[in-house]
């Protein structure tokens, strides 16, 4: 599991560089909020057209060649991006950066979740979530300290040489696996099997939480350090990575409580967490709310993690990626929606309203998950 390991995480840091850049941006390119939005809306429709091609991908092609094409679309990506002198220019480098992405946490996801058995997945499955996390960590940070030394330019430049990187370590590394079916237990016909309902609900919740981090640390969070805290990108971009630091230990306390008590168990509380997290925004932001609401949010988006072992668990093995990737699929819709939705609502209803709409988003989802999720144990 070292390459998808690395590669995700590597591939996290060029992929999350961008969210403290994003007031720089705004002011060098002269565009608002809402356009603003559109950049991450950009990013989540590159995932969006990726998600089921890179599930069936997944399946089907060991993660060497898969893995490098994610190298090659982040330098491309990152070249557009910071040599973008207009909008529709760094939205074009936005897209790319979302299509690498979704091909390596797709394949990642996959390969993590094909790793151990039913009884170990939760916890196999925290490892794909700590490496994801550690790169969405670094990211911010790394994007935040090139930025204040040289600007957002320059710190997409630092992406390019990330995604070349990437592209020769999983061309010359041998990593070869066996497929699916060879390495875990094929889903016996007695085996449980999702029906409709317990499918919808599983769909919703890579939606809600892909829609709120979207929407925060992705996008507002951010513009709210900026203009209603007048925090500096380097301090919003450290403020962002240290946050994410503590979803080390919300992925490992996930992992543990899906193996040990049951997948419903570790579900339904980070969602609750995220969304108690959204609504403490509502009220006039402080240095200390912002900074909780980002602890909070970065403690329980492991819950995503959770979800997905929940796929696993109940499908057929060859068949896992194309599962995986359609759950994905589904998220990438919250990441599209979520900035749109709650880039407008900022912009013209003001803070609150965008914070209380992706809250009840979250406590509905919590509520329905609760209900009728499957939730037994590992």
């Not at 890579?206 to 951010?222: D, I, K």
């Amino acid at each position: 599991m070292l390459l998808p390991g690395g590669v995700v995480l590597a591939v996290g840091v060029a992929s999350f560089m961008r969210a403290p850049l994003l007031p720089e941006i705004g002011k060098d390119l002269r565009i608002g909020a809402a356009d603003l939005a559109l950049i991450t809306t950009a990013f989540a429709v590159g995932r969006l057209i990726m998600d089921l091609p890179a599930g069936r991908l997944a399946d089907k092609l060991p993660p060497g060649p898969a893995l490098a094409g994610t190298g090659l679309g982040v330098a491309i990506s990152a070249v557009i991006l910071g040599t973008a002198h207009s909008l529709a220019q760094a939205l074009v480098g936005v897209f790319f950066l979302g299509v690498a992405s979704s091909l390596t946490n797709t394949t990642g996801m996959t390969l993590f979740a094909t790793s151990a058995p039913a009884a170990r997945r939760g916890v196999a499955m925290a490892g794909f979530s700590m490496a994801l996390m550690t790169g969405q960590t670094l990211g911010p940070a790394v994007g935040g300290l090139i930025a204040g030394i040289g600007g957002w330019r320059a710190a997409q430049a630092v992406a390019a040489v990330i995604g070349i990187g990437v592209m020769i370590v999983c061309l010359t590394v041998r990593a070869g696996r066996q497929r699916p079916a060879e390495t875990r237990e094929q889903a016996a016909d007695g085996e449980p099997v999702l029906s409709r309902t317990q499918a919808a609900v599983l769909a919703a919740v890579p939606f809600a939480v892909f829609f709120t981090l979207g929407a925060l640390p992705q996008t507002l969070l951010p513009l709210i350090g900026s203009a209603d805290l007048s925090l500096s990108p380097a301090t919003i971009g450290l403020a962002l990575g240290a946050g994410g630091i503590i979803r080390f230990g919300g992925s490992a306390v996930a992992g543990a409580i899906s193996d040990r008590v049951s997948r419903k168990a570790a579900l339904v509380p980070s969602l609750l967490i995220m969304a108690g997290a959204v609504a403490l925004l509502a009220a006039e932001p402080t240095l200390a709310t912002w900074l909780v609401a980002i602890a909070l949010l970065s403690l329980a988006s492991s819950g995503i993690a959770v979800a997905a072992t929940i796929i696993a668990d109940n499908v057929p093995a060859a068949t896992v990626g194309r599962r995986l990737g359609a759950f994905r699929f589904t998220g990438d819709f919250g990441l599209l929606a979520g900035p749109a939705v709650t880039g407008l609502l900022y912009q013209h209803n003001g803070r609150p309203s965008a914070m209380l709409v992706t809250a009840a988003l979250l406590a509905a989802v919590a509520l329905a998950t609760a209900v009728l999720a499957p939730g037994a144990r590992g």
